[in-house]
């Protein structure tokens, strides 16, 4: 067992950093991934915005009403393009930062074990008579927080996969619509 309690507290107090240093590696992945997004929705806005603009200068001075709709149906095509192509950032945008989650969690499971392996190992020296079953309500406290750890770890990335398959669909079914739009 601990031959004091700083010894435990001190494995907690690293437990605890450990735990902390995960979700502060995540939560900043997330709000580079936010700030990736709303700049590729501003780009993607102030475009369509300057088309959407054009388009109306264009069809205003059309000679005739057949000209104003050719006009718009020659914007069709493009749009539809332009929705791909934001289709296709978002999605490699999620991708990254799932591939982030994945590497930091990865990196702080790992470290996580081996904290509580050394933590366990601890716990189970120097034993005295009468103290096994001590010994196994700490070992189920430690277990049981590293089942808590993990998953949380498994939520996250259970999160971003269905993420990016939500992309993935919003993806292919903007790329089913290019193949239906009239061509220019």
Do not use: C
């Amino acid at each position: 067992m601990f031959t004091n309690p700083e010894q435990f507290a001190n494995a907690t107090k690293t437990l605890f950093e450990l735990q902390m240093e995960t979700f502060n590696a995540l939560a900043s992945k997330a709000v580079q991934g936010v700030e990736q997004v709303v700049a590729l929705n501003m780009a993607t806005a102030k475009n369509s915005m300057e088309g959407a603009m054009a388009t109306s200068r264009q069809m205003s001075q059309a000679s005739d009403p057949k000209a104003a709709i050719d006009t718009l149906q020659s914007r069709l095509q493009p749009g539809v393009q332009n929705a791909q192509a934001y289709g296709e950032e978002l999605r490699r945008i999620v991708a990254d930062i799932q591939k982030d989650f994945q590497q930091a969690a990865d990196t702080h499971l790992v470290e996580a074990k081996n904290t509580l392996s050394a933590l366990i190992y601890d716990v189970t020296q120097n034993v005295k008579p009468g103290q096994e079953n001590a010994v196994e309500i700490i070992k189920a406290a430690i277990d049981n927080a590293f089942k808590g750890y993990e998953q949380v770890t498994q939520s996250t990335r259970d999160a971003m996969r269905r993420v990016e398959e939500q992309v993935t669909r919003a993806t292919s079914q903007l790329a089913e619509a290019a193949g239906q739009a009239p061509k220019a």
